[in-house]
């Protein structure tokens, strides 16, 4: 998260977070006053600050997630080599790839506390990390409601999350922030030659058409597992 007081920028990996930081640096009237990447609010909670987090579709936040580390790049890819996993990432192994980190068991691999996760949520990796950034504190209260049938959907309710913006509509989402939802945050003359000039950041090398498609199977486990994320869709 990047706190910047009346605005709280809540950063999902891998949708686009690089280019938010920048925009918010040229374009907003506010500081930075904290900043934990990829880390939900916790003690820095204010319940008078404004919200808003980047999502991106999960079949292509998977395929970015994949690209990534094809570069060697990345917790995720970290994580998966150091345990002897190293050969995943190969361009034609992209479904072996999501189907290890689709396969419940290999949660604790995947650490962030998503092993945590009670057993009766199967909630994707994806969708769990939205779900932290969403909570003040996610582990504490997926302790709360563990004893639910479905303590996610239930947590869940208590979002902090005042907007979402996709990263499929990135800039016009950002604009839509500054110009209509709070102007008084943003220096209007600055947003729009932002627009104009802002290159892209943080583009991996590897295209999606590099990698093999993803097959049947996986594509219905997204489906089904990525429930948070979806919502959205």
Not at 107 to 129: Q, V
């Amino acid at each position: 998260m990047y706190d910047l007081g009346g605005l709280v920028y809540l950063d999902l990996n891998k949708t686009g977070s690089k280019f938010v930081l920048e925009f918010l640096k040229n374009c907003c009237r506010l500081d930075f006053q904290h900043e934990k990447e990829h880390e939900p609010v916790r003690d820095q909670y204010n319940p008078l600050a404004y919200h808003f987090i980047t999502i991106r579709h999960p079949i292509s936040q998977y395929s970015s997630l994949f690209r990534y580390g094809l570069e060697k790049k990345g917790w995720i890819y970290r994580r998966i080599a150091e345990h002897g996993h190293k050969d995943l990432y190969r361009s034609e192994n992209y479904n072996a790839w999501l189907s290890f980190v689709l396969d419940q068991k290999n949660a604790p691999l995947l650490g962030e506390g998503y092993e945590k996760l009670p057993k009766n949520s199967d909630l994707g990796f994806l969708s769990f990390r939205f779900f932290c950034l969403s909570q003040v504190f996610p582990h504490k209260i997926l302790q709360l409601y563990q004893g639910f049938s479905d303590p996610v959907s239930v947590a869940i309710r208590g979002s902090i999350i005042d907007h979402v913006i996709k990263n499929e509509e990135l800039n016009s989402g950002l604009e839509r922030l500054a110009v209509e939802l709070k102007p008084e945050l943003f220096y209007q003359d600055m947003v729009e030659k932002f627009f104009k000039d802002a290159p892209k950041v943080n583009v991996s090398n590897a295209k999606e058409k590099d990698i093999e498609p993803i097959n049947k199977q996986n594509r219905e486990i997204i489906e089904k597992k990525e429930y948070l994320l979806l919502d959205f869709y």
